[in-house]
């Protein structure tokens, strides 16, 4: 089987990691983003995954060489010379997706992050007999997205409602797809959108299911989701495989510590923290609900909360870092600084406080 990565643009939102890396690259949970994805589909039989991608390939495949090796999996990237949307991309990738064996393949949003149950998902495609399977997972405040209206029992989907006034179902589309090779003739080679232009049409003619996503799902694409993803991956780790989490008296509820990472007397870690390796966490730090990236050293009595720490960077003694405070790469903190919600671009120094939150240049 194949499947497709919808890697896309810049990662603007979520400078600014992604001015050091692309965005499927950036580190969650003390790996790639995108390699959460890639060790999933090669769990059930994928043999070659399609990078659609239209910024720094050559970036992602040097990166993604070692894995390839690893995983015992083909990595290729389909280059977009314009945005091609979430349906175009299919199109140009069309002859790396359609083998003549019929099989349907894979295609995912990078940004998304759940359980992956894509067992699950080639049984009920089967099951159903459509052209195509869209995963969707059940939200507080569908208001705020394209609700996906689903016939009881069967999963056929019905309609599609964009960010409905009234109350018509609180399923959305999650981003995961498997479909037959057919939908690509479907799609033409242009900018399209697969949610509003290809999918109607496939629901009208009623080949097209939905099948609800089990466990957790988010889109961390920006950093408040990123800290909120963390918290739910995390929680699914502790169901799925608790000997991974780090426990002892320094630590409350999940934590993620690399084994190569020191961490220091007398600091209390979590809830939800993830520390990549090499990381030195010195004596007294108090860390909750944040990642630390390769590299990082915080220094004592320091205090981080609700922030994403960037590569190779220092956090200075008695620090406060908090409220969405993201340091890119290679950023040092000086001792005693306050930061609120400051967005800092690489390799700078930080010498006074940001008391509001703002982006430092």
Same mark, same amino acid.
């Given at each position: ?18 001015? *050091? ?56 990237? $389909?280059? #977009? ?100 090779? *057919? ?21 009208? %003619? ?28 995390? #929680? *699914? ?22 084994? *190569? ?20 966490? %010195?004596?007294?730090?108090?860390? $909750? ?15 981080? $909360?609700? $922030? ?20 890119? %790469? ?18 700078? #120094? ?12």
């Amino acid at each position: 089987m194949k499947a497709l990565i919808l890697v896309g643009g810049f990662g603007t939102r979520l400078r600014p990691l992604t001015l *050091s890396v692309p965005k499927p690259l950036v580190d969650f949970g003390n790996k790639p983003m995108i390699l959460h994805q890639i060790e999933a589909l090669k769990e059930v039989g994928v043999t070659e995954v399609v990078l659609a991608i239209n910024y720094q390939p050559e970036v992602m495949l040097n990166f993604l060489k070692d894995f390839e090796n690893k995983l015992d999996i083909k990595i290729t990237c $389909s280059q #977009e010379t314009e945005p091609m949307g979430t349906a175009g991309p299919l199109a140009l990738a069309r002859d790396m997706l359609d083998d003549g064996s019929g099989n349907p393949f894979f295609v995912l949003n990078s940004d998304v992050i759940s359980d992956y149950p894509f067992g699950e998902l080639i049984n009920f495609h089967k099951s159903h007999g459509g052209e195509a399977t869209i995963m969707v997972t059940k939200v507080d405040e569908p208001s705020k997205y394209g609700v996906v209206v689903t016939e009881q029992g069967t999963g056929k989907v019905e309609r599609f409602v964009e960010k409905p006034k009234m109350f018509v179902g609180n399923k959305i589309n999650a981003g995961i797809y498997l479909l037959n090779p *057919s939908v690509l003739d479907r799609i033409q080679l242009k900018p399209t959108s697969i949610e509003k232009e290809v999918f109607p049409k496939i629901a009208n %003619e009623g080949k097209l299911f939905a099948m609800v996503l089990p466990g957790f799902w988010m889109d961390i694409g920006q950093p408040r989701d990123y800290i909120t993803g963390l918290r739910l991956y995390l #929680e *699914s780790l502790r169901k799925k495989s608790a000997l991974k989490l780090a426990s002892g008296a320094h630590i409350l509820g999940n934590v993620l510590i690399d084994e *190569s990472a020191v961490i220091g007397e007398g600091c209390l870690i979590g809830p939800d923290v993830s520390i990549g390796p090499g990381c030195v966490v %010195e004596a007294g730090v108090r860390l $909750s609900q944040c990642t630390v990236m390769r590299g990082v050293r915080i220094k004592k009595h320091a205090c981080i $909360s609700s $922030s994403i720490i960037g590569w190779h960077s220092t956090v200075g003694q008695w620090a406060r870092v908090e409220n969405m405070t993201i340091l890119g %790469e290679d950023v040092h903190v000086c001792d005693e600084i306050y930061s609120n919600g400051g967005v800092v671009l690489p390799h700078k #120094e930080i010498k006074s406080s940001i008391l509001k939150p703002e982006i430092v240049m």
